[in-house]
């Protein structure tokens, strides 16, 4: 074997179907030190053949019976090498400079512990479907509340393995999340490369075995991290949101395979945990639902459909919900269609929204914005001001000019805050200034009208070393 600073582990069970282009990605890394650890988990198709097809000595192939994802990842951990580590799941990909660009990261900061990325979720096929960036930073916040990070993301020091033990053998799902949270309290710092350096391969038809199992041992992850006694009492807080969150997603995820009886129990322990009377919330939870059915490509309509029949009797307000979820999720549909230029996909979801009703709301043009932003630090300027155009006739239809103008000035805005942070105080005027253009609403908005006099002082006054460009 190769000496390398890069071990990459790749547990893989019954991925005939796409491991070869896993593999593949990793040898079209532009960073060549490193070596890729395959844990057969006890595979019983052509995984193996697939596998020994690569002739390169930096690859290493391991069977053992099956365990699970936690023990083939530390089989692998164990047997490597590099002095950083990464993960790949067979089905999933690398982008080419993946390696190279978060190893500079690390090399750059030694107080870095953990490097993460934006990924790319795809289809079954290797479409793309959305495009998803965590926080700047990750704590131990947004482990409780959620799923903020990816296992394929990180480029970790290998010493933090060593530090907290690796991942818990004995749980089987939400393993990452558990080490994630473990690392936290070891005071790994954890920082994100804004880049999209990951795709990550999401199933229409997925179906999951053994949900209360799973949802049994997310439960004992998130007791354990509020019952340490480092927790800190912000955090503790969270936790009637954070026990809400899991019930809420499970709820969904055992209607949608007809499991009524244990999708009932969830929502009603959501319910219990926290009372959906009011109509901001009942939103709010449906939202969240509704990004759940569209996530990852299929019929959303007969998702949310399943969904509703399970909700409990107690929460009216979402139960009458069911038309206004469904025309939400084409809108989103067309939205996503739009940006990945599938525009007859997207002018029939569109054509499906508007029959239905679908209502602009400050939550979607949220959405519409951070999906423009996103859109944008992957794609630039340029191609983003082509998506807007393509996607504005159909905002028009359903909400008429004012509703362009609003996300336009939605996106104007937080793009200046985002150039004022980064010294880009000439940029940060200009869109400033057209979102109040777009908004005159903004001409109120204190945060606005500071941000605007201090980007002009800096700009004029400032430094020369300000980024003005």
């Known amino acids: 074997m190769l000496s390398s600073s890069i071990s990459i582990i790749m547990p893989v069970y019954n991925q005939n179907r796409y491991i070869a282009d896993a593999i593949q990605s990793v040898i079209n890394q532009t960073y060549a030190e490193w070596e890729l650890i395959i844990v057969d988990d006890g595979s019983t198709d052509s995984t193996a053949d697939i596998i020994t097809q690569f002739d390169d000595p930096r690859i290493r192939y391991i069977y053992q019976t099956n365990q699970g994802p936690s023990k083939a990842r530390n089989t692998g951990i164990v047997t490597s090498s590099g002095q950083y580590i990464t993960f790949l799941d067979a089905d999933d990909l690398f982008h080419p400079h993946k390696i190279e660009k978060q190893y500079a990261h690390l090399e750059n900061d030694r ?49 933090w393995f060593e ?23 070891a005071d790994c710092q954890f920082e994100r490369l804004d880049e999209y350096l990951v795709y990550r391969r999401l199933k229409s038809n997925r179906f999951i075995n053994e949900i209360q199992l799973k949802v049994d041992e997310m439960v004992h992850v998130l007791e ?37 009886d244990l999708a009932n129990e969830y929502f009603n322990k959501t319910y219990a945990i926290k009372s959906t009377s009011n109509s901001n919330q009942a939103e709010q939870y449906i939202n969240f639902l509704v990004h759940a059915s569209i996530r990852n490509g299929g019929d959303h309509e007969a998702r949310i459909r399943k969904m509703f029949v399970s909700l409990p009797l107690e929460i009216g307000l979402m139960k009458k919900k069911c038309t206004w979820a469904i025309a939400r999720g084409y809108f989103i549909r067309g939205l996503r269609d739009i940006m990945w230029d599938r525009n007859e996909n997207g002018r029939g979801n569109f054509t499906h929204a508007a029959a239905l009703g679908a209502h602009i709301d400050k939550t979607l043009i949220k959405i519409m914005t951070t999906q423009l932003i996103d859109y944008e630090s992957e794609y630039g300027p340029e191609d983003t001001q082509d998506f807007l155009q393509r996607l504005s006739p159909y905002l028009i239809e359903i909400g008429g000019y004012r509703i362009l103008r609003w996300l336009k000035g939605s996106y104007s805005v937080n793009q200046a805050f985002e150039h004022y942070k980064n010294d880009k105080f000439k940029k940060a005027i200009t869109n400033m200034l057209q979102a109040i253009i777009c908004n005159p609403f903004y001409l109120t908005n204190r945060g606005v009208i500071v941000v605007l006099i201090r980007s002009f002082i800096r700009s004029n006054f400032g430094s020369n070393s300000s980024k003005n460009n």
């Open 111 to 159: 107080d870095i512990g953990l490097s993460y990325t934006a990924h790319i979720e795809i289809d079954e096929k290797g479409l793309p479907l959305n495009l998803f960036r965590a926080p700047p930073r990750i704590n131990l916040k947004s482990l409780v509340l959620g799923f903020p990070l990816g296992i394929n993301n990180i480029l970790l020091r290998r010493k």
């Open 163 to 185: 530090h907290v033990g690796g991942f818990d053998e004995s749980i089987k799902v939400s393993e990452d999340r558990d080490f994630y949270i473990r690392l936290t309290y």
């Open 224 to 260: 354990s991290a509020f019952s340490n006694p480092l927790c800190p009492v912000e955090v503790l807080s969270l936790r009637n949101q954070a026990f809400c969150n899991l019930y809420l997603a499970w709820a969904y995820l055992a209607a949608i395979q007809d499991e009524i």
